[in-house]
């Protein structure tokens, strides 16, 4: 039974474009390439700038029409890259 949990499990992460190394995500290239390529204007934010770390719902995340499991901000001139549904920063693009 934790075989077929566990081929489950691998298979839906593959399916969704996502991986995981511990507590990393893997970011797929082509949702960075489109984070990097965007214009949008910088907010000011007064909190850490850290992976792992939730932005506030004030903060204006964008979507990426691609992949709809990230979204993107720049805060502080850092673009980074969030879960839209808890705002959480999983990568800081560099």
Do not use: C, W
Not at 20 to 32: L, N, Y
Not at 39 to 44: A, D
Not at 54 to 82: F, G, M, Q, W
């Amino acid at each position: 039974m934790k075989r077929i949990l566990i081929a489950v499990s691998a298979a839906a992460l593959f399916a969704s474009g996502t991986a995981f190394a511990g507590d990393t995500v893997v970011i797929p290239g082509e949702v960075r390439t489109y984070v990097t390529e965007q214009e949008v204007p910088s907010v000011t934010y007064d909190g850490d700038i850290v992976v792992g770390s939730e932005l506030p719902n004030s903060v204006e995340v964008h979507t990426i029409p691609s992949n709809s499991d990230y979204a993107y901000t720049v805060i502080n001139k850092k673009r980074v890259i969030v879960n839209p549904h808890t705002h959480k920063i999983i990568e800081i693009v560099k």
